[in-house]
Nanobody
Framework: QLQLVESGGGSVQAGGSLRLSCAAS????????MAWFRQAPGLEREGVAT???????TYSDSVKGRFTISKDNAKNTLALQMNSLKPEDTAMYYC????????????????WGQGTQVTVSS
């Protein structure tokens, strides 16, 4: 059974940076579409970024140019580098994995981590 564990969340001032990491067990991420999602209190969960088996990435408009998703196949981890953070980036961030290698939509993800909290103060 695939297990995903996020880490790296915390509190930071606006304009700062954080790096989230997602470690996978019992599963190889190399051939899997992976993603980061986030959910702020009172709001629906939203997709942030995807990384497919061929290394293609996509980003939501709200984070494009500030966040970078990456995968380390040797360590079997997924990362999200977040720069120029804004208070509106405050949310619980989740790592997710699909059952396929290609990323084709936010609704395809079957496996989820427990989340890591990111808080950005103004």
């Amino acid at each position: 059974q695939l297990q995903l564990v996020e880490s790296g969340g915390g509190s930071v001032q606006a304009g700062g940076s954080l790096r989230l990491s997602c470690a996978a067990s019992a599963y190889t991420l190399s051939y899997t579409c992976m993603a980061w999602f986030r959910q702020a209190p009172g709001l629906e969960r939203e997709g942030v970024a995807t990384f497919d088996r061929d290394g293609r990435t996509t980003y939501s408009d709200s984070v494009k140019g500030r966040f970078t998703i990456s995968k380390d196949n040797a360590k079997n981890t997924l990362a999200l580098q977040m720069n120029s953070l804004k208070p509106e980036d405050t949310a619980m961030y989740y790592c997710a994995a699909a059952r396929t290698g290609r990323c084709y939509g936010w609704g395809q993800f079957a496996y989820w981590g427990q989340g890591t909290q990111v808080t950005v103060s103004s």
